[in-house]
Structures are given as C-alpha cells and as structure tokens.
C-alpha cells in the first residue's frame, strides 16, 4: 500500500507557531501538556515520540501490521513489562569518564552492542524503505539484519550500507526455494543466515484486523488476493519457484532442517527464536554458531514470557560457546544494559528505528540509534559500569 502521508509541511509550520505561543509558557511538565508532537527528528527526546508521530503519519493498516501482536497480546505486553522485574544494582566510585561500548560478533567490532533486527516491508513505512535503514545503520555504525521479505534487494541494500549485513531466512516449505535463498545471500557476501524458529504459524493478528477494517483505501491495489502473490512483491523471490506457497510459516521445521541448512552454506548460521535451556543446549550440540533469544516481537506466539525472562537460562545452557542475542521490547538504554548484564552480546532492535523510519525517513533511523546509544551511554555511567565487559550479571537483582 502507499504511505499517503501528503503535505505536512503547513501543519508543521502550525506547530511551530504554537510552541513558540506565550499562552503556553505556563506548561510545566508533560503530564500538564501532553501534546508532545515533534517536528524534527532531534526533537524526540525517546523513541516513544517517534511512535507517536509515525502512529499520526501511516495509514492505519500499516501501523496496524508494524504494531500488532496476536491474540489478546500477552506476550506483546510481557515483553515491556518483563524489564520491570529486573533492578538495577549500581555501583560508586567507578571512573566512568570513558564509556566504551565497543563489542566482538564472530571477529568483527562493532562501536555499540545495538543491531537493526530483520522487519519486513519496510517501504510500507517510508518510500525508502530498507535502503534508508541501511544509509543510517552505516552512519552510526551499526549492525544490521536484512529480512527475507525486505521489499529492497540484499545487494543494494549491502551496496547502501557499504558492507555486507547479516540475512534473516524465512525458510519456505519448498526446500528449492530456500536454497535459493541461501545462495543469493551467499553470493552477496553476507557472513551470517538468521534462520527464523519464533514464527511456526501465522497467529491471530487481531490489531492488525481491526486497523484494517479503519483503513479507507483500496488495499487490492497493492495487495492482490491471489494466494502467494506477495512473494511476487518481494525481490529475494526474483527468478524462484514460488507456485503453491502461501506464506513463510514454519511448522515443519526441526532439528534435521537446521542440520541441512548448515551442509549448504558457508555462512555462520545462527538460530533466531531460541527461548528455553533446552533448545539452547540442542543448538550447540548441532553446531550451530549463534542464537537470538526472541519471541518475534510478540507477533509470533502467545505464551506469556518475555524474551528479557528467558535471557538467563540460555545464556547458562549454552555457557559462553557461542555468542547469544536477544530482541524483542527493546525501548530504553537500561533495557539494553539489563540484557547485557544477564549475558547478551548483542540487542537488537525493531519497532523504533521502523518508528524514525515512518517519521522521517533515514534520520529518523539515525535518530532512534542516536537516542538507544545515549542512553545506554548514560546508564553505563549512572550505574558504575565504564566497559561492556564490566556488565556483568551483578548488576541485576529480581529482589
């Protein structure tokens, strides 16, 4: 679907005028004023102002897609709420004068342990789409994961960021195109597949129902009801046999598969959905090279626990052989300093750089990575904690 934002240069003029009015000199907090709408990227002070505007800038369905969960959306809820049962213990008297956030990922440094996660389509939110998130993943030095439903090529999206990015694998039940798949991220140069776990069905998406009934426009224009037309939309379909896929869930998926994908590729592979000791002491004895503990933002199940909840015992089943990554409900820099001290390597992150992404485009990416890092800077130096490498679990209590 297009984005119809329209002109919004006059209503920004507007609020302009509006902040500048003497009759609100008198607001003193935002619990006073709550109109806290933003006019430039610089002016959001988190990444919750920059939900704001692009929930005011996208059509409904599409923030609908870019913010439901399934269900009743427990786990969407739990996946916020699981930060508050971690606290933070700090410590005095460090020299926190230089902060280095600096991280190792399979022999690459990275300045900060903040990764764009895969989300699809994402010129559903900005007309530049993948290729605005990799112009800003590449200015502020990031990592980032390339979905296999992006609506940019891997190569220009790698040509965009200026070096090779991860890729996500959605992998299909028709074993032809997922080697498919493989190879062209192979060829790209990407290092690393993220094979998806967290997605074995498609769940009851019920926000995004309702927000599409709220949409007036023709959605048939861009969406065909065709079963499978969509793969036709997405350019790392280009040139495969698609015919009889209806979509890119998972429910035949198992140990064997992992096994396969790992006998075609010299790529790391890493599993991305890894939630419980178990699974994770499976991951390391069939060799795999990474795992991203996730419940796919809350859009892929509805078990009720946070993946914040579930770092620890897959970080203790796997005990530091391979590195371990976590997505999901990442909003403030002392989330990010909660996983890191539960044993994350790397955090990755979605909704909010795809909110800068709806705002404003590629500063707004900048924008989100801007903010993230700050306060992640700013909790490393409240908290007594000058290197990530002295983030250690100490840091966190559940009493």
């Known amino acids: 679907m297009p984005t119809n934002k329209g002109d919004t240069s006059s209503r920004r003029q507007f609020l302009r005028f509006l902040a500048g009015s003497p009759l609100l000199a008198y607001a003193g907090t935002a619990a006073t004023f709550p109109d806290s709408e933003i006019v430039a990227p610089s002016e959001a002070l988190n990444v919750f102002d920059l939900e704001e505007f692009a929930r005011k800038s996208l059509p409904p369905a599409h923030f609908g897609f870019l913010s439901t969960g399934v269900d009743d959306e427990v786990t969407l809820r739990a996946n916020r709420e699981g930060f508050l049962k971690f606290k933070i213990r700090s410590r005095r008297l460090v020299d926190t004068r230089q902060i280095d956030m600096r991280v190792q990922l ?8 903040i990764v764009l996660a895969p989300v699809a389509s994402q010129r559903a939110f900005h007309e530049d789409g993948e290729l605005a998130s990799a112009r800003a993943a590449r200015t502020r030095k990031h990592l980032q994961i390339l979905s296999t439903n992006t609506t940019v090529s891997v190569e220009d999206v790698t040509a965009a960021i200026g070096a090779p990015v991860w890729y996500q694998l959605y992998p299909t039940a028709k074993w032809s195109v997922t080697q498919g798949l493989v190879k062209r991220a192979q060829a790209a140069g990407c290092p690393v597949v993220a094979l998806t776990l967290d997605q074995a069905t498609a769940g009851s998406r019920e926000t995004l129902a309702r927000a599409r009934r709220r949409d ?21 379909y280009r040139d495969l046999d698609t015919a009889g896929l209806s979509g890119s869930s998972t429910p035949h998926l ?16 890493v599993l991305k959905g890894i939630v419980t000791e178990e699974d994770a002491r499976l991951a390391v004895e069939h060799g795999v090279d990474g795992v991203i503990v996730s419940n796919h933002g809350g859009r ?9 909840e579930s770092l620890s015992e897959v970080v203790d089943a796997i005990g530091g052989k391979i590195p371990v990554l976590i997505d999901s409900g990442f ?16 955090i990755c992150i979605g909704r909010p750089y795809l909110w800068g992404l709806a705002a404003f485009g590629q500063p707004g990416v900048e924008r989100t990575l801007e903010l993230l890092t700050k306060e ?4 490393m130096r409240m908290n007594g904690a000058p290197t990530i490498a002295s983030i250690t679990r100490r840091f966190v209590t559940t009493s």
């Open 216 to 236: 007036e426009r023709v959605c048939t224009d861009c969406h065909s009801r065709t079963p499978g037309a969509g793969f036709m939309r997405k350019p790392m």
């Open 254 to 269: 198992t140990w064997e598969f992992v096994d396969r994908l790992k006998d075609i590729t010299t790529m790391k592979v």
């Open 300 to 308: 892929g199940e509805e078990s009720g626990r946070s993946t914040i």
């Open 376 to 379: 992640l800077e700013m909790a």
């Open 106 to 113: 399979f022999g690459r440094e990275w300045p900060t342990p």
């Open 331 to 346: 909003r403030r820099g002392t989330d990010i300093f909660k996983a890191l001290a539960l044993g994350a390597t790397g």
